[in-house]
């Protein structure tokens, strides 16, 4: 049974920093895209961003690319999602995502969307 727990939510100041955390189990990081998606009240769900270790191949969102960065720790089953600069419109609850299969790549590009996916962590930020 393939499970996503994530952590490291929390309120955080315009311009600051958070790290997510998902660790993942049930599932073989060589044949997996492990990823991020939020979803903030009234808005639709937008993906952030996959990574396919096996493939050494990451995707990000343009909303999130310079500012959010995805890293994964084959050790302890766990894909980070480092936040910088969050603006007010990160508001959001973050969940992590995942794609089995041809290492998580579709076109050739990590997709982590058609799979699995966890409950969430809120991070709010203050203005």
């Known amino acids: 049974e393939v499970q996503l727990v994530e952590s490291g939510g929390g309120l955080v100041q315009t311009g600051g920093s958070l790290r997510l955390s998902c660790t993942a189990t049930?599932?073989?990081?060589?044949?997996?895209?492990i990823g991020w998606y939020r979803q903030a009240p009234g808005k639709a769900r937008e993906a952030i961003s996959c990574?396919?270790?096996?493939?050494?191949?990451?995707w990000d969102a343009d909303s999130v690319k310079g500012r959010f960065s995805i890293s994964v720790d084959n050790a302890s089953n766990t894909v980070y999602l480092q936040m910088e600069s969050v603006k007010p419109e990160d508001t959001a609850v973050y969940h992590c995502?995942?794609?089995?299969?041809?290492?998580?790549?579709?076109?050739?590009?990590?997709?982590?969307?058609?799979?699995?996916w966890g409950q969430g962590t809120q991070v709010t930020v203050s203005s």
């Open positions: 990574i396919s270790s096996s493939a050494g191949l990451t």
């Open positions: 049930g599932l073989d990081f060589d044949d997996s895209a």
């Open positions: 995502a995942a794609e089995i299969g041809n290492r998580g790549l579709r076109y050739g590009v990590p997709s982590c969307w058609r799979g699995y």
